[in-house]
């Protein structure tokens, strides 16, 4: 069964960190992008960050852009998101996914395996 499962969620005041795991079973990381989106309430998931497949390379929404780093560890088929200096802003479900061709981007049509998500909370 291919699935995706997110840990590491939580509540934090501004300023904190958190990392984000997400472990996947059912399929390899080799020839997929995979990403982590975030569903702020009443809005869609939005693109977050991803991490090609074939050549590492990363993608960063503007806003995390220097405070969020996303990795993988293809032996343990487990990827990352370290959040860093967390803001309010930053609130809301975080959902990591796959995409089905290594496209190495934030779209959301292009990710065909999703985790269940996980809440992260950020107060002032």
């Known amino acids: 069964e291919v699935q995706l499962v997110e840990s590491g969620g939580g509540s934090v005041q501004a300023g904190g960190s958190l990392r984000l795991s997400c472990a996947a079973s059912g399929f390899s990381f080799d020839g997929r992008t995979l990403a982590w989106f975030r569903q702020a309430p009443g809005d869609i998931p939005l693109g977050v960050s991803c991490?090609?497949?074939?050549?590492?390379?990363?993608l960063y929404l503007n806003s995390v852009e220097g405070r969020f780093t996303i990795s993988k560890d293809n032996d343990k088929n487990i990827f990352y998101l370290q959040m860093n200096d967390l803001k309010p802003e930053d609130t809301g479900i975080y959902f990591c996914?796959?995409?089905?061709?290594?496209?190495?981007?934030?779209?959301?049509?292009?990710?065909?395996?999703w985790g269940q998500g996980t809440q992260v909370t950020v107060s002032s």
């Open positions: 996914a796959a995409d089905s061709g290594d496209y190495g981007s934030l779209h959301r049509g292009e990710y065909d395996t």
């Open positions: 991490i090609r497949s074939f050549d590492g390379g990363t």
